[in-house]
Every structure is written in C-alpha cells, then in structure tokens.
Nanobody
Framework: QVQLVESGGGLVQVGGSLRLSCESS????????MGWFRQAPGKEREFVAA????????YYADSVKGRFTISRDNSKNTVYLQMNSLKPEDTGVYYC????????????????WGQGTQVTVSS
C-alpha cells in the first residue's frame, strides 16, 4: 500500500489560487490512477478531479471545471491540483487518493488515501 502525503493547503481570499501537492512515500505512483477529493464541514466527501497513470486523460467535477487542473510528474512521484478562481464553496479538507483506474476514483473509491490538507477560502 502506498503512503500519500498532501501539502499546499492554506487560507486564501476569494479569487485567489493554491497548488496542492501529493507525494508518495514508498512505491512509485506511475502505474496508479490518481485523484483528489474534498470534504466540507458537515458534508460528504466528493470527487474533485482524476488523472490516468500516464497523465493522458483527466476528469473533473462540474463544480471545478475550468478552474482546477490536475497534473502529475511521475519522475517525482507527485500529483498536483492547481486551483484558480477559488470560491468560498471550495473550502474543505482535500484528500489525495490512488486507485487502479480513474473509473474507480470517479466512483468514489480508492486503494490509498492521504491524511488531507485544509483549504479555506475567505470572502
């Protein structure tokens, strides 16, 4: 099982940007589909974005399309989530996840999860 560690969260004003990173300690991520989820206070965890192992295909929740970009650097064993034009409703704990396919991630399941990083968008 891979250990995932997120970083890059913080407090940002409406309209600002953040870039989240997810690194693995242990085995390589290059064969895994990767994804980002988020959970707002009092709400269920929701899918945000996913990327195939090669990075050739990406998927996004409708709520973040055009504002967020998922990418990966397999040489660094790292996945990123660039978040632009942030809104208060983007506030939550963001989790990185790995799975065998993006279909699995988009279904809301994963093999491994990170501990999460807090993103707070203030108005």
């Amino acid at each position: 099982q891979v250990q995932l560690v997120e970083s890059g969260g913080g407090l940002v004003q409406v309209g600002g940007s953040l870039r989240l990173s997810c690194e693995s300690s242990g085995r390589t991520l290059s064969l895994d589909a990767m994804g980002w989820f988020r959970q707002a206070p009092g709400k269920e965890r929701e899918f945000v974005a996913a990327i195939t192992a090669s990075g050739g295909s990406t998927y996004y929740a409708d709520s973040v399309k055009g504002r967020f970009t998922i990418s990966r650097d397999n040489s660094k064993n790292t996945v990123y989530l660039q978040m632009n034009s942030l809104k208060p409703e983007d506030t939550g704990v963001y989790y990185c996840a790995s799975a065998s396919s993006t279909r699995t991630i988009r279904a809301g399941t994963a093999n491994s999860w990170g501990q999460g990083t807090q993103v707070t968008v203030s108005s």
